[in-house]
């Protein structure tokens, strides 16, 4: 087919603007955190961290799609990119796990460290449980992913239906596999994104300060949101699409967008300092552009009143008298200037 059907550059959009949107955050959230505040902790390493498998699986992602052919149908693609595609797929779910898990065990960090200043126990007991259950899974599910076939290469060969006749080999169940993991993950996030409403909603601030960081949760519970749509096209693509190629690639969409937004969200309060500490360089900047275009107004108003002036210097009527006049007017070889606003004001 001369002209496919694609999905076109939206792999490439996507990527470039959510992870170059991640990616600022994560770096003012660091500059915040261990230049100006001096007081970088164990989340902040986390969120750092995860920036190298989050940033991946966006690159692995566009390689997927506008390499290897994902973002075609199965039926426009060739064997050799049908078998990258499951080659760069394995890659992006290890990605994914690790991703995943860093982010969620950097916000639960972040959690626990303000809850030893104002917050119960119980929450702290809940943020270490969710820390272990976050660690569990990431284990858990990596290890899988190295065991899922016998021979390992059989992951992506097995799509050869001459290699696959010919050699002995043996896969795990694909689709429960990655149901489940899609379904712990859908779960943690939420989690993870109803814990710091309830930490806020306590502490002792004003009702519009809790109002302003509520909608930084409401953001994140995108990503539960992303995580149910993902879960949606998973089953579409083990269960109902014979396309495996087209669908993979909203799974593999929605995965990326799920953990660049869940990092972008984990970083924003930091922003917060990073922006009060410049905040009065940029104040002073906006006060000396607002000196100079006033400036610049009143020497225009100078400029422009010195002009009329001009104009009415110029625009004086000339009148003759007799030679034999009395008037105390000075003469000129013209005879005597007087200017129209004194002529207005003699004596008739």
């Not at 990655?178 to 309830?198: E, K, N, R, S, W």
């Not at 879960?231 to 799974?251: E, G, H, M, N």
Request: charged share 15%.
């Amino acid at each position: 087919m001369t002209d496919p059907e694609s999905h076109g550059l939206s792999s490439i959009v996507l990527a470039s603007v959510f992870g170059g949107i991640a990616l600022t955050t994560v770096g003012v959230r660091l500059w915040a955190r261990c230049v100006i505040q001096r007081r970088g902790g164990w989340d902040d390493l986390c969120a750092g961290l995860a920036v190298i498998p989050v940033l991946g699986l966006a690159i692995a992602f566009v390689l997927s799609s506008d390499v290897y052919g994902a973002n075609l149908h199965t039926w426009d693609n060739t064997l050799p990119k049908l078998i990258a595609q499951r080659q760069v797929a394995l890659a992006m779910e290890m990605l994914y796990v690790l991703g995943s898990g860093l982010v969620r065990i950097s916000v639960l960090l972040f959690y626990r460290r303000m809850g030893f200043r104002s917050i119960s126990r119980g929450f702290i007991l809940a943020t270490w449980i969710s820390i272990f259950s976050v660690v569990g899974y990431s284990v858990a599910f990596l290890a899988v992913i190295f065991g899922s076939c016998q021979p390992l290469h059989a992951y992506w060969d097995q799509i050869n239906p001459v290699w696959a006749a010919s050699h002995t080999w043996k896969c795990y169940n694909e689709a429960v596999h990655i149901i489940v993991a899609t379904g712990v993950a859908l779960i943690q996030d939420a989690v993870v994104t109803t814990l710091p409403a309830i930490l806020c909603w306590n502490l002792r601030i004003s009702f519009r300060e809790k109002i302003a960081l509520g909608s930084i949760f409401v953001v994140g519970y995108l990503t539960p949101v992303i995580a149910g749509i993902r879960l949606y096209f998973i089953v579409r693509l083990y269960y109902v699409s014979y396309d495996a190629s087209w669908t993979s690639w909203y799974c593999w969409m929605l995965a990326m967008m799920e953990l660049l937004i869940a990092i972008t969200c984990s970083s924003l309060p930091a922003a917060r300092v990073f922006f009060n500490q410049y905040k009065p360089y940029v104040d002073f900047v906006g006060t000396a552009r607002g000196i100079k275009s006033v400036f610049s107004r009143s020497t225009s108003r100078k400029s422009i009143s010195a002009q009329r002036s001009r104009r009415a210097s110029s625009s004086t009527v000339k009148l003759t008298e007799p030679a034999h006049s009395k008037s105390s007017t000075t003469f000129t070889d013209e005879g005597p200037e007087i200017e129209l606003d004194r002529m207005q004001k003699m004596p008739v």
